[in-house]
């Protein structure tokens, strides 16, 4: 499979815990991006990456929540002190820049904060 | 800000017909509309796009309209089937880095 791959699948924590999920995108494209998906609601943009750089963060991503692209393949996003409300599904998605521009999601990382 | 607003929440249609989810945008420079079908357990899934110098685009049973003037566009599902029972979302862009999302439809198709 060369879709999108997002590890872990779910994570449950204790709130103050810090954790990190990993992104993998499809293997040319060089943007990519995370989102964040609470129940009955469409998912909520995050930040995005064209190669290494962070080129947007949303007023979502408070000091708590960082995301890293270290040689523009795949990237990670932490979440240190964890509370209650950073319970969410994140998905992260890819896409080659051109006209298209379409996002391909993965199936996303389920976090429950306790 | 943008804002996506998606309705109706919830729809069920019986199998065969047609099936229409309406969304409205705020900023009217958003120039890219796409359409995304969620299943349960899985990522959003692109099903159709339409981009603002474009009224109308059709895919098989799928279609797309946008009106721009009154900042509003829609789904439309031909003869429905029970695999297309998903969560439909609208999404905006000004550019396809940054899609605001509406709340998305649940469409339920029976048999």
């Known amino acids: 499979d060369t879709g999108v791959s997002q590890d872990p699948r779910h994570k449950i924590t204790k709130r103050g815990q810090n954790v990190t999920f990993r992104c993998d995108p499809i293997?040319?494209?060089?943007?990519l991006y995370w989102y964040r998906q609470t129940l009955g609601q469409g998912p909520e943009f995050l930040t995005y990456f064209q190669n290494e750089a962070q080129l947007e963060k949303s007023r979502l991503l408070s000091d708590r929540f960082s995301a890293e692209r270290p040689k523009g393949s795949f990237s990670t996003l932490e979440i240190q002190r964890t509370e209650q409300g950073d319970s969410a599904m994140y998905l992260c998605a890819s896409s080659l820049r051109g006209p298209t521009g379409e996002l391909f999601f993965g199936e996303g990382s389920r976090l429950t904060v306790l | 800000g943008e804002n996506v607003e998606q309705h109706p929440s919830t729809l069920s249609v019986q199998e065969g017909d047609s099936a229409v989810i309406k969304c409205t945008y705020s900023d009217s420079a958003s120039n890219y509309f796409p359409w995304y079908k969620q299943e349960l357990g899985k990522g959003p899934q692109l099903i159709i796009d339409?981009?603002?110098?474009?009224g109308e685009k059709k895919d098989q049973r799928i279609a797309v309209t946008l009106n721009k003037t009154a900042k509003h566009f829609s789904l439309h599902i031909t003869e429905t089937q029970p695999e297309d029972s998903a969560v439909y979302f609208c999404a905006a862009s000004i550019t396809t880095d940054k899609l605001i999302f509406g709340t998305g439809t649940r469409l339920q198709v029976f048999p």
């Open positions: 339409i981009r603002s110098n474009v």
């Open positions: 293997s040319e494209h060089n943007r």
